[in-house]
């Protein structure tokens, strides 16, 4: 078992002097069907974000991808997988993804490689902390361990633990777009427009 995260939040007093305003857990929401713990950060609606004395992340519920225009930041630590992720269904991670606000995150069932496999339009910074963790993709994998950083480019991929003890990712998700050219490449509808 890793340790629980904690966060530090700072703010401004009256004065406007520099004062920690929280330092508490985050967000925590277990999914041990799925192998893995979330721990939501700290989300932002919009960049840039407007900065004021008392900031407070006002969601209350898991959600998958960025907030539309927002950053989310997450952590998720992943227990060893073993040969129970070959147990898992098509339809139950398509719940699972449903559940967390991206059912049109997990690709075709003829498309579908790795049990986690999904993509968001997104920007994601994977940062490595502890453990191993592989990243799968549609043509190959890589293997992640402390101090490496992954820049996920809205590409369909999967994470799975294959070693024997815990692992922990920090996760940046930045909300975007894919240009015509890629849309047209994959086949996905527009999103609304931020705002």
């Known amino acids: 078992m890793l340790r629980e995260p904690k966060v530090v939040v700072t703010g401004h007093d009256d004065d406007g002097k520099a004062i920690i305003i929280s330092d508490a857990a985050p967000r925590t929401y277990p999914a041990p069907k799925f ?14 974000c407007t900065v004021s004395k ?34 898992l269904t098509y339809e139950e991670i398509v719940e699972h993804f449903k559940e967390a606000g991206s059912e049109d995150a997990v690709p075709s069932k003829e498309n ?5 496999m999904h993509r968001t339009e997104s920007i994601d910074f994977g940062i490595m902390i502890e453990g191993e963790l592989t990243l799968i993709m549609e ?30 990712i920090c996760f ?13 490449l994959l086949g996905t509808k527009p999103k609304p427009p931020v705002g």
């Open 35 to 48: 192998f893995t713990t979330f721990y939501e950060v700290w989300n932002e609606k919009q960049i840039p």
């Open 139 to 168: 043509e190959g994998e890589r293997t992640l361990t402390p101090g490496d950083i992954v820049v996920q480019v809205g590409t369909n991929h999967g994470w799975e633990n294959r070693g024997n003890t815990m692992s922990r």
């Open 172 to 184: 940046v998700l930045l909300d975007g777009d894919y240009d015509d050219e890629l849309r047209g």
């Open 112 to 116: 579908w490689k790795h049990a986690f």
């Open 54 to 87: 008392h900031m407070r992340d006002e969601e209350d519920a898991l959600n998958h991808p960025p907030p539309r225009g927002g950053v989310r930041i997450r952590m998720h630590d992943f227990e060893p997988a073993g040969d129970r992720i070959d147990k």
